[in-house]
């Protein structure tokens, strides 16, 4: 019992030392890649949103689709960009991301000709390889809240894209907790996911360039 107990303490710790370990790995390797709005990023074409839903499970107003949708708005406005990227998921006829996204741009005064729509980002590492491989763009902004982009420019870096993370400089939205202990986790799944298990994005189309 007491040997049972002493390897399940050893493998706790172990577990524990690796999820902060990869995580700041992940951090340190991407601050420098974050910009606000006092320290606009290099102007580049095209600004990629990843998805997330306009409503909560509760149906009210997501925070975070919200502020999103405003940065990408400012770095378009500004000319930071010519045309943005949005994608995410497309499950169902009730559930679009990319949709959602295109229609609150456009209520923003975002032209939709400056809009394109991936609608197979159903994951954050497909989104960022998709943007490469069917829209054909290697250097790009991504637009997210700040604990996700550490982790889409950590994928971005490991593929060789020149990418650059925004987020606006007057965001006090607070992260929930369970939104920050998935986040850890998914850092840790994220490094598995390219450097053991070589996943691959679960749609590929032919080559569409922005």
């Known amino acids: 019992m007491k040997k049972w107990f002493k390897r399940m303490f050893i493998s706790l710790g172990f577990g524990f030392l690796t999820l902060i370990s990869l995580n700041i790995w992940i951090l340190v390797s991407t601050s420098d890649q974050i910009f606000k709005e006092d320290n606009l990023p290099p102007a580049q074409k095209v600004g990629l949103v990843l998805g997330t839903s306009r409503f909560t499970t509760t149906g009210v107003k997501n925070e975070f689709f919200e502020e999103r949708m405003n940065a990408a708005a400012k770095l378009y406005e500004r000319g930071i960009i010519v045309h943005i990227l949005v994608s995410g998921d497309n499950r169902s006829i009730y559930y679009n991301e990319p949709r959602?996204?295109?229609?609150?741009?456009?209520?923003?005064?975002?032209?939709?000709?400056?809009?394109?729509?991936?609608?197979?980002?159903?994951?954050?590492?497909?989104?960022?390889?998709?943007?490469?491989?069917?829209?054909?763009?290697?250097?790009?902004?991504?637009?997210?809240?700040?604990?996700?982009?550490?982790?889409?420019?950590?994928?971005?870096?490991?593929?060789?894209?020149?990418?650059?993370?925004?987020?606006?400089?007057?965001?006090?939205?607070?992260?929930?907790?369970?939104?920050?202990?998935?986040?850890?986790?998914?850092?840790?799944?994220?490094?598995?996911?390219?450097?053991?298990?070589?996943?691959?994005?679960?749609?590929?189309?032919?080559?569409?360039?922005?």
């Open 100 to 210: 959602d996204m295109l229609n609150a741009l456009r209520e923003r005064g975002i032209p939709q000709s400056a809009i394109t729509l991936d609608y197979a980002g159903l994951r954050t590492l497909d989104s960022i390889v998709r943007c490469e491989r069917i829209f054909g763009q290697t250097s790009f902004i991504i637009i997210s809240q700040e604990f996700h982009l550490y982790r889409a420019l950590f994928i971005a870096n490991y593929y060789g894209l020149k990418s650059y993370g925004f987020i606006l400089k007057s965001s006090k939205l607070s992260v929930p907790t369970k939104v920050r202990i998935r986040e850890l986790i998914a850092r840790v799944l994220a490094v598995l996911d390219l450097y053991l298990w070589n996943k691959k994005p679960e749609i590929m189309d032919e080559l569409s360039p922005i």
